[in-house]
């Protein structure tokens, strides 16, 4: 059955799961020596890297894995402890920024936590990483942990999703894509390629590299206004009748004064008529008349004069009339 998936369905995401219980994070570890020691390097030693903004947070996800470690000694899940490696170097690499600082903080965070009955229960997954090899290894991690989600998610070739599935897919199929290719086809030395291909097992590297959706483009309010807006400047002018109510210039005309039996040709045959008519039908003075009765003189007197056929250089005047300060200038 076809899926639209959503923002929601990355949260379903079996990494998400696992990442949002260290986001969570566990109270009651405040009095062992591991919370207070990382809480005071953060806030002494490494203050320059506002890490202390962070602490909190991190403080609580080291006491969930320590809790659980000690609650489930003999059933203790190690597969958190590449879980909480990654969600460390995501929270602390994007505030420092280097490589050896961020190697000698991770490696203070585990020994703190050697101190403790963990022992080395959890230790770091590599050593002296760069930023960038860094976001591919937990991408290419977490992909090994959703690649199944997904698979299940998109078996219909008619599902659709929005823009943050999207990326979501797009990230993990092009980092795979692009490390696969590093390691087995140009045999370049940038990744220690067999550990992180062991991670997805005997799967099938073709499907690993095809998942893909539909993207489909959400409307918002704001785009629905901007199409109202265009049309509505499409729409004819409008002056304000008698009773105070605005009436497209057309449709004034027509109520007013068009006689449809009146054949144009006439008045077009005789200039001198023209003329007369003209002279005799133009308005008073702008500066001696209100707004409302000016527009009303304008159409009621020249659209009988010049009848069906010039409706169009009497619209071209009324509007400009509108336009321009209230000012009109008819060249016969």
Known sequence: MEKHLTEDDIDNLTSKIIYSYFEEGKEGCDNHDFYSNIRDEFKGKYQFYHLDRISD??????????????????AFDQELCSYLYYWLGDKIYPMVHDQTVFSIII?????????????????????NIDENTFIRYKLLFDYSKDHENIKLNTLNPNTTCDEHYKEVIDKYVNTYKDVYSSCYISYEKKYDC?????????KNHSELMSYSCKKQQTHTLDTLERGKSHHRGNELPAIRDSEGNFRSVFHRALEKNLQPETPAASYLNSGSRIQHKVDNALPPPMEETAEGSSSKSIVGSIVPVLGVSSIS???????????????IIIFI
């Not at 959890?122 to 050593?127: A, F, I, K, R």
């Not at 067999?194 to 005997?202: A, M, Q, R, T």
């Not at 250089?313 to 000012?327: E, S």
Request: net charge positive; hydrophobic share 35%.
């Open 107 to 127: 490696n203070m965070i585990y020994q703190e936590l050697y101190r403790t009955n963990m022992f080395t229960t959890c230790t770091p997954l590599h050593e």
């Open 194 to 202: 067999e550990k992180i291909f062991s991670l997805f097992g005997n």
């Open 57 to 74: 947070k991190i403080l609580k996800a080291l006491c969930y894995i320590y809790i659980r470690k000690t609650n489930h000694r003999n």
């Open 313 to 327: 250089l009497l619209l071209y005047k009324v509007t400009g009339y509108i336009i321009k300060t209230h000012k």
